[in-house]
T-cell receptor, first 115, second 114 residues
Framework: KAGVTQTPRYLIKTRGQQVTLSCSPISGHRSVSWYQQTPGQGLQFLFE???????NKGNFPGRFSGRQFSNSRSEMNVSTLELGDSALYLC??????????????FGPGTRLTVT | AQSVTQLGSHVSVSEGALVLLRCNYS??????LFWYVQYPNQGLQLLLKYTSAATLVKGINGFEAEFKKSETSFHLTKPSAHMSDAAEYFC????????????FGKGTMLLVSP
């Protein structure tokens, strides 16, 4: 069974631009969560989607948005990029909530560098 | 609100020595606790989880953790370190209800020397 795939793996953008990251969950998984990982703040939850609906959102500005498609694939978008948005963005998929019952499987991440 | 504190951003051990990575949590409800491992340039992999069954939880690769409610701790141990254990380890907590999320600690880098 293929794991969680994230594209692209590496990305360099300029301040003020916008970026879209993609996540394909494991086949049969309907829940997708996004996390931001930085050396300073560690792993922080961005949002979770289940059955095309955002079910939970972390404490991030509105520049961060996402969506989930009918095939469970998910995208996240960051507009008006800032230097502080440089991070590893991780996607995790699971069969569904809650996390106590269903393991989250993480992708390798997209490394975003903002210059 | 939930939180996790991992004591020690770096832990160094010799190959064959005991591994002990510390995790303390704060939660207003009975927690669900997890340990993840991250190898360089990879995502996180679940090592083990506590979901209110046995307090001693056995995971993959010889790791285990013990839930101690009185100490609000969930320390990760392995009797004998292997070079391949060198990685970053994250403790996480969830209240386990509905669409609850994982709250991660800052991580502990485990260094294993020959």
């Amino acid at each position: 069974k293929a794991g969680v795939t994230q594209t692209p793996r590496y990305l360099i953008k300029t301040r003020g631009q916008q970026v879209t990251l993609s996540c394909s969950p494991i086949s049969g998984h309907r829940s997708v969560s996004w996390y931001q990982q930085t050396p300073g703040q560690g792993l922080q939850f961005l949002f979770e989607y289940f059955s095309e609906t955002q079910r939970n959102k972390g404490n991030f500005p509105g520049r961060f948005s996402g969506r989930q498609f009918s095939n469970s694939r998910s995208e996240m978008n960051v507009s008006t990029l800032e230097l502080g948005d440089s991070a590893l963005y991780l996607c995790a998929s699971s069969i569904g909530p809650p996390v106590s019952s269903y393991e989250q499987y993480f992708g390798p991440g997209t490394r975003l560098t903002v210059t | 609100a939930q939180s996790v504190t991992q004591l020690g951003s770096h832990v160094s051990v010799s190959e064959g020595a005991l591994v002990l990575l510390r995790c303390n949590y704060s939660s207003s409800v009975p927690p669900y606790l997890f340990w993840y491992v991250q190898y360089p340039n990879q995502g996180l992999q679940l090592l083990l989880k506590y979901t209110s069954a046995a307090t001693l939880v056995k995971g993959i690769n010889g790791f285990e953790a013990e839930f101690k409610k009185s100490e609000t701790s969930f320390h990760l141990t392995k009797p004998s370190a292997h070079m391949s254990d060198a990685a970053e380890y994250f403790c996480a907590v969830s209240d386990g209800y509905g669409y609850s999320t994982l709250t991660f600690g800052k991580g502990t880098m485990l260094l294993v020397s020959p």
